[in-house]
Every structure is written in C-alpha cells, then in structure tokens.
C-alpha cells in the first residue's frame, strides 16, 4: 500500500526559491551582474539551496581569489538588490504551487517558509505572490545563524511552534534543503525533478509535481473522511 505523506501531518514548511517561485534564472542574473567585475567564473546551478553570502564566498574560494569582509558585505547586499528588482516585478510561481498553498490552507494546516533567502527578497517574494495570508510565519537567512545545509532554520520553527518533526513536511529543491530537513528530522518532498536522480542523496528523495501533491492530498483526505463516518456506523 503506498504510503499517504500528509497522514498526521499539521505544518507544511516550504523553501521559497525554486521550490515556490521560479527563481532561478532571476538569481543567476543578480549573481552574474553583482560578480562581473571580478574575474570569477562559476556555475549557479552548482549553489542552490545556499545563502547569498555562502555562495558568493564559495564562489571566490573555488576560483581561488581572496575577497575582504567588507567586499563580501558589500556584494551581497548589491547581489541582494538585484534580485530584489526582479522579485518585485518579473516573479513567477511554479505551476499549481499556489493552488497547492490555498488548498493546505484551506484545510486548516499550518503553513511556513523557511529559506535561506534574505527577509528583503523573500517577503517581496510573498507579496508578489500574495500569499503572506496564508503563513503561518516565515524564517529566513536573516533569523539563524548557519544557512542550510545545516538543520538550524528548521529547528528554530519547530522550536518556536512546539511542532513534532514528525508531524511537519517539507517542500524543498535543492540538496542543501533535504539534507537540512533530514537532519532535523523531517520527512521532505522535492519539487525538483532532476534531484530524482541526484546520486548524493541517499535515501533517494521522492519527488512530486504540484498537481501530484494536490492529487495525493485530495485522494487521501477523502479516504480519511470515509474511514472516520465509517467508524461510526
């Protein structure tokens, strides 16, 4: 019998770029428009999941080129600014993910954001969206100290809303995301498909569409439904 994901579930924790919204080409312009007066060369595919100023720290190490605290600062906030126009004006969710929201929403499950975005870009996000009536709350880079692949942003919701790991799911798309929700002892869903083969993620990842996910909720929910009146026949 397979298994229904959403049994006992009550918190729905979801990262927001790319997982969400359609981010990545937006993010990819910022970093190469922050970047371009330096002579680094990378590829953003390679620093999904990770916060502005881990990946462009990263990206200066891989290119073996040194960079000063205050010229770290002072490109991820340009890098941040960028993005920021974008959000505000070219932002796309992925598809169904919204009427994925309203219907968890509708149902009364909690539901959150935990990115490692900056609070800037990821509340503009929201309302661009306009889907901030529907959180519950939402954590971002800002509000931990260690950006995922580390559990912290996860822990400190938990923590907050006294919620039982195995009572929450998350949505994620990038390896860092579940590596951090496994971590903190959270079953994941990715709505990444081409992490489905991704060989560093073991155990594999099981990953789904939007419109799959508001199938299995509807599928399952209505099977509740008729198990619970059954019960009292």
């Known amino acids: 019998m397979k298994q229904n994901i959403f049994f006992g579930i009550n918190a729905v924790i979801f990262d927001f770029d790319g997982t969400i919204a359609d981010t990545f080409k937006l993010h990819e312009d910022a970093f190469l428009k922050a970047l371009s007066p330096y002579p680094v060369k990378f ?3 390679d620093y999904l999941g990770m916060s502005t100023q881990d990946a462009i720290a990263l990206i200066f190490s891989n290119n073996k080129h040194s960079l000063s605290n205050d010229e770290l600062k002072q490109l991820v906030s340009l890098k941040r600014k960028y993005a920021n126009q974008s959000y505000t004006t070219a932002l796309q969710p992925l598809p169904d993910a919204l009427d994925f929201i309203r219907l968890l929403y509708s149902e009364k499950l909690l539901l959150f954001i ?17 889907i901030r009536d529907y959180l519950t709350d939402i954590i971002t880079s800002d509000d931990v100290n260690k950006a995922k692949p580390d559990p912290e942003i996860f822990q400190v919701l938990l923590d907050k809303y006294r919620i039982d790991p195995s009572q929450a799911l998350v949505i994620e ?26 060989k560093d993620i073991s155990p594999p990842v099981r990953c789904m ?25």
Not at 209 to 233: C, D, P, V, W
């Open 173 to 198: 798309d990038a390896l860092s995301g579940i590596s951090a929700s496994r971590a903190a002892g959270i079953n994941v869903i990715s709505v990444n498909p081409g992490l489905a083969t991704e």
């Open 114 to 130: 935990a990115s490692s975005g900056s609070k800037m870009n990821i509340t503009a996000g929201i309302d661009a969206l306009g």
């Open 43 to 45: 590829n953003y595919g």
């Open 209 to 233: 569409t939007y419109r799959m996910l508001i199938n299995e909720f509807i599928e399952n929910a209505g099977k509740e439904k008729n198990s619970h009146r059954n019960s009292h026949l």
